[in-house]
């Protein structure tokens, strides 16, 4: 449970609110026919079934993570002595894994889940599968394999609709539809929460179950797209009603109140920051459970900071910092680490700051992160710069007025909205790096190390890595070309670099005979078409006739050579519209 609201809390630092990744944290609550409301005790427990027992488990874990690990050891141990059905020992595993990620044991997870996927296969219960995939991605995700993270989630959300299993495609789904609000896809995101929404009824009657998402978890990402739309006030409603859920026990509880002191934070609600925040000190995690207690203070420390009280803000995030050490989490530590420079800078300790920042940078040049992360950063921006405002505005006054239900759920199920949109696969991985960029201002200078990608000196053999990459991630990848017969040859020059200052550094421009390819990783159709409305206004002075491009996307068969041919194509097309369009006007 903390991984989620320790990761939207931290996007929420860097002044725009954006859910990470795919790290729902996949904590479960059950929502099926066993429903509780309060902690069973020990008599109680003891006269569930096996299958009953292991609905309380699901329901516990994300509120009260150490005290699951007790219940599901304790059915370990049964198991051995007594083996359970295949089905409720598989699910037992599942919720082990999920646990695991609760309690921050991600790596322990990762080998839990694979393993759990050769168990469900060697049993021939194949609808688990996808459940276990569920929570390798989210391991994944935070183990900082955000790339592979989505593809494992895609593998989930698909079989997922080949079983007609609810319950693991809403999971899917909202992790899909965070990515998508982070890369500013904010229509992509609302279309998955739309279909993940109109599907909990049928996933909390799901038969038989395996494991549902808190309710809330739903109402955070309706409230984290509403403040991305720049919807505060909605954003607000929703976090109120995840926390008004009977769902919201223990640390979902707890995270629910912390996030809402921060967006109150975020809002200049300092008086309501810290109402929340004294509720959270109502609520302090279990006892013994270490990381949840590192991320509480990691979180007080942040609120404490903006609401003045830097002393008691610097003793909490000592604490998260002795334990990330201890532990090893490099990422936590390095949030950790940026929190209290932010608290130095307050006390004007300029300079113990700044060593924590360069320390920081250090940190994340030695585990490789800090390339990528400046290299996500300047596809984020490219990204935002094509967000769709019309159909985003469209969609979240949809939201907002609770939109009507979807008539087929198994339809809708079926429909384009639920293909895996890669858009920008490689941005994917921004979730975690983001908490970067706070310090990669402190430098004027690029990473040293370039990607692959920019070693290589031949360009086809540069453009066939980037074919390669795209097909193998299902990312997007768009080619324009233009003919520059109609383009003096001393000008030609002239435009590719006029062209080359347009666009972003991971394009790339190549020069064919009398024509010139350009190359768009990570953009669609219509992000291309407002690549060529740009590159339009630059080329149009160098030649006479009407700037005409030839646009291609790229398919898994294609090369280079086929690229080319079809975008040939359509620019033959575009030549023979903006002909009859000339010829209607000459009849007129």
């Not at 990330?324 to 300790?349: E, P, S, W």
């Not at 950063?377 to 979807?406: G, V």
Request: some cysteine; proline content about 3%; glycine content about 2%.
């Amino acid at each position: 449970m903390w991984q989620l609201f320790t990761r939207i809390c931290c996007f929420l630092a860097t002044g725009s609110l954006i859910l990470s990744a795919t790290a729902l944290s996949l904590n479960s609550a059950a929502a099926t026919a066993f429903s509780y409301q309060q902690v069973l005790s020990a008599a109680e427990y003891q006269l569930k079934t096996p299958a009953k027992k292991l609905d309380y488990i699901d329901w516990l874990s994300p509120q009260y993570p150490t005290q699951a690990k007790t219940l599901i050891d304790e059915l370990e141990s049964l198991h051995q002595a007594k083996p359970f059905l295949d089905r409720n020992y598989l699910r037992l595993h599942l919720l082990s894994c999920l646990n695991l990620i609760d309690l921050g044991l991600n790596a322990q997870a990762v080998k839990t889940a694979k393993r759990g996927v050769e168990m469900a296969q060697k049993m021939r219960i194949d609808l688990a599968r996808p459940y276990f995939l569920a929570c390798e991605a989210s391991a994944l995700d935070l183990e900082g394999e955000q790339i592979l993270a989505t593809l494992v989630n895609e593998e989930s959300i698909k079989l997922a609709q080949l079983y007609n299993q609810p319950q693991a495609l809403i999971q899917g789904l909202m992790t899909r539809s965070i990515r998508d609000n982070a890369n500013e896809s904010l229509s992509q995101a609302s279309e998955n929460m739309k279909v993940a929404i109109e599907l909990y009824p049928a996933a909390k009657d799901q038969t038989p179950s395996w494991h549902i998402l808190p309710e809330p978890y739903l109402k955070l990402v309706m409230s984290n797209l509403m403040y991305s739309a720049g919807d505060s006030l909605s954003a607000l409603e929703y976090a109120k009603e995840a926390q008004a859920s009977a769902q919201a026990n223990g640390m979902i509880a707890i995270g629910t109140a912390f996030y809402l002191a921060r967006i109150s934070i975020s809002s200049g609600e300092f008086k309501s920051a810290e109402k929340y925040l004294a509720l959270t000190r109502a609520m302090t995690p279990e006892s013994g459970n270490l990381n949840s207690q590192a991320n509480f203070n990691a979180q007080t420390a942040y609120i404490e900071l903006h609401l003045g009280n830097l002393l008691p803000a610097e003793a909490a995030i000592e604490k998260s910092i002795e334990y990330f050490i201890n532990t090893n989490d490099d990422i936590k530590l390095m949030r950790a680490k940026r929190t209290l420079a932010m608290i130095y800078f307050a006390q004007h300790k300029t300079q113990q700051a700044l060593v924590l920042m360069n320390e920081n940078i250090a940190q994340a040049n030695h585990n490789n992160q800090y390339e990528l992360a400046f290299y996500q950063q300047e596809l984020k921006y490219a990204a935002s710069q094509k967000a769709n405002e019309k159909l985003t505005n469209t969609r979240i006054a949809q939201l907002r007025a609770n939109r009507e239900p979807i008539e087929n759920i198994t339809q809708q199920m079926n429909t384009s909205s639920l293909i895996f949109q890669a858009q920008n696969i490689a941005l994917l991985s921004l979730a975690i790096f983001i908490l970067l960029a706070s310090f990669i201002f402190f430098l004027s200078r690029k990473p040293k190390t370039e990607l692959n990608l920019r070693n290589s000196d031949d360009p086809l053999q540069q453009v066939d890595t980037m074919l390669d990459l795209a097909k193998q991630s299902h990312s997007p990848l768009t080619l324009l070309l233009l003919d520059t017969v109609n383009i003096r040859d001393v000008d030609v020059a002239i435009v590719r670099q006029a062209i080359q200052q347009v666009l972003r550094e991971q394009d790339r421009i190549l020069l064919l005979s009398d024509r010139i390819a350009v190359l768009l990783p990570f953009t669609t159709d219509n992000g291309a078409a407002r690549v060529v409305d740009q590159l339009a206004i630059i080329i149009q002075p160098y030649q006479a006739a009407k700037v005409n491009f030839g646009i291609a996307s790229l398919q898994q068969l294609d090369n280079l050579d086929t690229l080319i041919k079809r975008a040939e194509l359509n620019k033959l097309g575009n030549l023979q519209k903006l002909h009859k369009t000339l010829d209607r006007h000459n009849v007129r």
